[in-house]
């Protein structure tokens, strides 16, 4: 089955600094993914559509400039956070629509953010 | 109006129950419907998906569609403490077999299985 691989799983880091996650399509080309935030007990909200060689879409109300995305390859999305500050800890997952699985959503196993 | 409205729970039923999940959406062009589970710090996963009216069964889960009442709900029969988890309700506007729209979530579903 398709597989879609996050990292890193966690990661703390200091107000101020950036810090990038990737999300990688192991067995299939993606030439779209999903980058979603949840905040706890809250719901998945989607950030931006990452679209291969070509800018993110971004959702309203998320900053473009403070969530990086590049999609460079088929099989690789990175998400930066930069600049982090407390309010960006977050759980983000990254998503992927598999060609051989009609509109089935494929999720890494997310990426939990701490920032001290 | 929220787009995909859930029940937060959480939702209490007896081992070897029946679990009923229940989720409505606002907009109408909604074609396809998803039904993930959530371990507490986990990503989801797929557990059924329908898109047509009526029911759609896959072992111990039924997923049911009404697109006129614009409801969709998931049955779990012979409940089991493993499947005590967050249950996501997802609609997107794309046709199955196509497009590339991220999802719209519900905020979820807290079921608690007792033993």
């Known amino acids: 089955g398709a597989v879609v691989s996050q990292h890193p799983s966690r990661v703390i880091c200091k107000s101020g600094t950036s810090v990038k996650i990737e999300c990688r399509s192991l067995?299939?080309?993606?030439?779209?993914m999903f980058w979603y935030r949840q905040f706890p007990k809250q719901s998945l909200m989607l950030m931006a559509t990452?679209?291969?060689?070509?800018?993110?879409?971004?959702e309203q109300g998320v900053e473009k400039d403070k969530f990086l995305i590049n999609h460079a390859s088929l099989t690789l999305s990175t998400l930066t956070v930069t600049s982090a500050h407390p309010e960006d800890s977050s759980f983000y997952i990254c998503?992927?629509?598999?060609?051989?699985?009609?509109?089935?959503?494929?999720f890494g196993a997310g990426s939990r953010l701490t920032v001290l | 109006q929220k787009e995909v409205e859930q029940n937060s729970g959480p939702l209490s039923v007896p081992e070897g129950a029946i679990a009923s999940l229940n989720c409505t959406y606002s907009?109408?062009?909604?074609?396809?419907f998803f039904w993930y589970r959530q371990y507490s710090g986990k990503s989801p996963e797929l557990i059924m998906s329908?898109?047509?009216?009526g029911d759609k069964e896959d072992g111990r889960f039924t997923a049911q569609l009404n697109k006129a009442s614009q409801y969709v709900s998931l049955l779990i029969r012979d409940s089991q403490p493993s499947d005590s988890a967050t249950y996501l309700c997802?609609?997107?506007?794309?046709?199955?077999?196509?497009?590339?729209?991220?999802?719209?979530f519900g905020k979820g579903t807290h079921l608690i299985i007792q033993p």
């Open positions: 990452s679209n291969e060689g070509s800018k993110a879409t971004y």
């Open positions: 907009d109408r062009v909604s074609q396809s």
């Open positions: 997802a609609v997107n506007k794309r046709e199955s077999g196509g497009g590339a729209d991220g999802l719209t």
């Open positions: 998503s992927a629509y598999s060609r051989s699985g009609a509109n089935v959503l494929t």
């Open positions: 067995d299939f080309q993606a030439t779209t």
């Open positions: 329908i898109y047509s009216n």
